[in-house]
């Protein structure tokens, strides 16, 4: 968490432009579960806390949406799609 924090103030410092929430994407490609996401929430949520800034939405890729309790999540979930197919997917 202190690491991402630093991380925080030196986009803001470089940005001129204070983060205002955070956006949980635990997002692995291929390798990405249901766990995956409860995971990536978790950390987040403890970031968010420690910043003392909302969690805005979740992403998870769209197949895994109807596989998450969406009472786990204290915000929206953003079920997202692969737009890029690598060459060896073809």
């Known amino acids: 968490v202190e690491g991402c924090l630093r991380i925080k103030q030196e986009i803001e410092a470089s940005g001129k432009l204070p983060v205002t929430g955070f956006i949980s994407n635990a997002n692995v490609i291929d390798e990405t579960r249901v766990d995956t996401i409860y995971h990536g929430y978790d950390m987040t949520m403890e970031l968010a806390k420690a910043a003392d800034l ?37």
């Not at 890729?61 to 929206?76: A, I, K, M, S, Y």
């Open 54 to 90: 909302p969690l805005v939405f979740v992403t998870a890729p769209e197949h895994l949406v109807p596989e998450l309790d969406p009472e786990r999540f204290g915000c929206p979930v953003l079920p997202i799609t692969r737009n890029l197919v690598p060459p060896w997917k073809k």
